[in-house]
């Protein structure tokens, strides 16, 4: 059973908007921070957007000002609101949790879901 499992991903034209959701199976404890990736074909997977435990959020420049992350906890959920899409956002989007304990630092991801931008 997948433990993080994103939805919202889909086709849209640029300019538009799309909002992803990233729903946890169960509760993860020592949560350090939720982030957002994504994986364009033929490049690196790169941090999009994170919220840490006591709410502060960090923004890959390419989408300040467009992208906004947010949680809920009572959901065990993340959200990201991507408004104003170019085509460059075209990616696998992977939401993830990394867990900081004393045996060390842990990030689960989930299985990724697809945004597409057309021009």
């Known amino acids: 059973q997948a433990q993080l499992v994103e939805s919202g991903g889909g086709l849209v034209q640029a300019g538009g908007t799309l909002s992803l959701s990233c729903a946890a199976s169960r509760t993860f404890f020592s949560v350090h921070a939720w982030g957002w990736y994504r994986q364009a074909p033929g490049k690196q997977r790169e941090l999009v957007a994170s919220?840490?435990?006591?709410?502060?959020?960090n923004y890959a420049d390419s989408v300040k000002g467009r992208f906004t992350i947010s949680r809920d906890n009572a959901k065990r959920s993340v959200y990201l609101q991507m408004n104003s899409l170019k085509p460059e956002d075209t990616a696998v989007y992977y939401c993830n949790i990394v867990q900081s304990t004393a045996r060390g630092t842990f990030a689960t991801w989930g299985q990724g879901t697809q945004v597409t931008v057309s021009s």
């Open positions: 919220i840490s435990v006591g709410g502060t959020t």
